[in-house]
């Protein structure tokens, strides 16, 4: 099998793979460190070939993403993603990332951030609103797009509605999800915001800093919707300084009020938790969704 990726490796990069090591990656694909024979490094994602849609998606989120970004802003542009015999791959430029504390690096990352979202603003060809033009995946969770002409709507029946009738459907359903529905649906009805491109699973693992200077996105979950919902992920898990924080502010300060849409927004990432791992998530979830009902 090795024999097979080695060839297609070869035929998409021009080079023969001088090495390869396994490198620690998320929960979903296994991920390799190659050496070429002309000395390039590169970042390889494999899984069964049926997971090759993720793998696709994820390589379309990554050009949307380098569309838009910023000279400063590293997004890795996929060299290679396909099929060799039973695995799918996706080839990827590594990136030397580094977890030095430089509070001046996560600063221009926030700026960056609010770079590319400014940037997005405005429909490119063939979008129309809300959404994005094909279906993705949050993790390993699929998550439905289409094009809308209200964020509200959108949010509630293609973000949270969809994890809770996945949920429902799993045999674990949540308690008092149809007026969670309509809460959110009252709130963000009179939330006025503007689509951009949003990296949509921005939690610390999908962010860094490069060493020798700049910093770098990847591993996104791509849509057209509020920009608060990045910042909101970015401050669910940890891990992203408030001198990100301070530099988005910098660049592109958010409303007044995003303080109260933020446990909303990140219900949708608390519930795909509950989903992949479930556990104390679900708990969690279900805490959430009391919260808002109570507020």
Known sequence: MLNVLDQWLQQQLG?????????????????????????RTLFVKTNRASELPLLQAESSGLRALAAVAPDDLR??????????????LLVLPWLDLTVAADSRGWQQLGRSLAQLHRASLGNAPGQKGFGWDHDNWIGATSQPNGWWSSWGAFFCEQRLGHQLRLAAKGGHPYRNSEPLLALALDRLQHHSCQAVLVHGDLWSGNAGLVSGGGAALFDPAVY???REVDLAMARLFGGFPEAFFSGYEAGWPLPAD?????????????LNHALLFGGGYRHQSQDCIDGLLAS
Not at 15 to 39: E, F, K, M, N, T
């Open 15 to 39: 080079q023969p793979v001088q090495s390869r090591h396994p490198v620690a990656g998320g929960c979903i694909h296994d991920a390799w460190r190659l050496v070429l024979a002309d000395g």
């Open 75 to 88: 997004v890795p542009t996929p060299l290679a993603v396909g099929r060799a015999g039973n695995q799918a």
């Open 224 to 226: 057209r919707g509020d």
């Open 258 to 270: 995003a303080h109260s849409r933020l446990q909303l927004y990140n219900l949708y990432h608390l």
